[in-house]
């Protein structure tokens, strides 16, 4: 993203206990996104959040999966999460249906650019909608824990902020130019921009 001529730069952390997955993404953001910074690429959980601490990422790609604590738990450890999640993880993951509810990103492995420069495009997006993090996570989490899908709650970008609204309440959608009209149960009405966001690849 350039201001004025100047490229605007993000700091990026990769943590993943496959070494291909940590080299291959490395290359890609060498190669192919010069405003990615990789300030550090960790194996585990534990080498993850001290980076974190250190670097101050703009975005984490994190795996799902890894020996130890998971990318799920890590999250929970931290107090002030001032970055993007984007998970990375295999096809047919558990979690997927959850992460797109909550408005949070994904990749499959093997990590393929052309969804890479889509999720940095998103991540832009939300970026300048300045969506708080913490609540975004602590929303997942609930749904990764809920029995049933229907009782997901869908995390909706309004200029109002973010609201997470149980799946079942919703009655239909509306397009309407780049905004999706919400129809809630009670009559309750609500307008989102949801031109770019991850939840709607359902």
């Keep these: 993203e350039k201001h ?5 730069l993000f700091k990026v952390i990769v943590i993943d206990d496959d070494e291909f997955i ?3 993404m490395k290359d890609t953001l060498e190669n192919f996104f010069p405003e990615l910074v990789l300030l550090a ?5 534990t080498e993850g959040l001290t980076a974190i601490t250190q670097h101050k990422p703009d975005i984490v790609f994190l795996d799902i999966e890894m020996p130890g604590i998971s990318g799920f738990d890590m999250l929970q450890q ?6 993007e999640t ?3 993880t ?5 979690a997927i249906k959850a992460i797109r509810y909550s408005a949070l990103d994904f990749l499959l492995k093997p990590v393929d650019t052309t969804e890479l420069k889509n999720a940095i495009e998103r991540f832009k997006e939300k970026r300048k909608k300045a969506i708080e993090q913490k609540p ?3 929303n997942f ?6 029995k049933n899908p229907l009782d997901f709650k869908l995390a909706i970008a309004t200029t109002e902020g973010t609201h997470f609204i149980p799946a079942q309440d919703i009655l239909r959608l509306e397009a309407d130019g780049s905004y999706t009209k919400f129809f809630l149960i009670k009559g309750k009405k609500m307008m989102a921009n949801v031109t770019t966001e991850p939840i709607f690849k359902i």
């Design 41 to 45: 690429s960790c194996s585990n959980a």
């Design 4 to 8: 004025g001529g100047v490229m605007h």
């Design 141 to 146: 989490v609930y749904n990764l824990h809920a």
């Design 136 to 138: 975004v996570i602590e």
């Design 22 to 24: 940590r080299t291959s």
């Design 86 to 88: 984007i998970f990375i």
């Design 90 to 94: 295999a096809y047919g993951h558990y």
């Design 78 to 83: 931290i107090e002030n999460i001032n970055f």
